[in-house]
T-cell receptor, first 112, second 115 residues
Framework: DSGVTQTPKHLITATGQRVTLRCSPR?????VYWYQQSLDQGLQFLIQ???????AKGNILERFSAQQFPDLHSELNLSSLELGDSALYFCASGHPSTYEQYFGPGTRLTVT | AQSVTQLGSHVSVSEGALVLLRCNYS??????LFWYVQYPNQGLQLLLK??????LVKGINGFEAEFKKSETSFHLTKPSAHMSDAAEYFC?????????????FGSGTQLTVLP
């Protein structure tokens, strides 16, 4: 158990809908990272938040957005969903003094 | 941009045999490198990391990796494979600027352990 929690574990929704994925980092970690894992794209970095502020951005679609709240939990919002958005979405957290990232169990999103 | 390449998308070894999973990196600066393991229907677990200290890095579950700058490699090894090692393994490099950090992953190597 990495100490990073993600909810929900599974999500099934229809095209065009909007969903919110939630992540709670390990105690003491200030950074939250979001990654997408799909069969065709592999593991891709989406976005990083550090102590409430956006720090780094990867290949995140404009339909996707994220935020980190004062209690350091983070939410990833996916809107106007398409079939191709079906994937595993991982959250990771890290402490500013180290480079390791610890991953949560993931949310499996299925868009039908 | 930093990147990693994993050679071999599938590797099969017999139980008790040496495990060797290959990773080469490309980086214009001294890299920070990681190996993660993913068991079916689970998240990624950190196996080990290289952060410019010792070139031979020991991780969990008997795995180790050696950083070789001359070969731009960071191969993962384990002397004796166990059935429980069957999983997908990812090599990753971190891009860092201040507190901004992102992992770039290789395409993964699926390890099968044969009885």
């Amino acid at each position: 158990d990495s100490g990073v929690t993600q909810t929900p574990k599974h999500l099934i929704t229809a095209t065009g809908q909007r969903v919110t994925l939630r992540c709670s980092p390990r105690s003491g970690d200030l950074s939250v990272y979001w990654y997408q894992q799909s069969l065709d794209q592999g593991l891709q970095f989406l976005i990083q938040y550090y102590n409430g502020e956006e720090r780094a951005k990867g290949n995140i679609l404009e339909r996707f957005s994220a935020q980190q709240f004062p209690d350091l939990h983070s939410e990833l919002n996916l809107s106007s969903l398409e079939l191709g958005d079906s994937a595993l979405y991982f959250c990771a957290s890290g402490h500013p003094s180290t480079y390791e990232q610890y991953f949560g169990p993931g949310t499996r999103l299925t868009v039908t | 941009a930093q990147s990693v390449t994993q050679l071999g998308s599938h590797v099969s070894v017999s139980e008790g045999a040496l495990v060797l999973l290959r990773c080469n990196y490309s980086s214009s600066v001294p890299p920070y490198l990681f190996w993660y393991v993913q068991y079916p229907n689970q998240g990624l677990q950190l196996l080990l990391k290289y952060t410019s200290a010792a070139t031979l890095v020991k991780g969990i579950n008997g795995f180790e990796a050696e950083f070789k700058k001359s070969e731009t490699s960071f191969h993962l090894t384990k002397p004796s494979a166990h059935m429980s090692d069957a999983a997908e393994y990812f090599c990753a490099v971190i891009s860092s600027s201040g507190s901004a950090r992102q992992l770039t992953f290789g395409s993964g190597t699926q390890l099968t352990v044969l009885p």
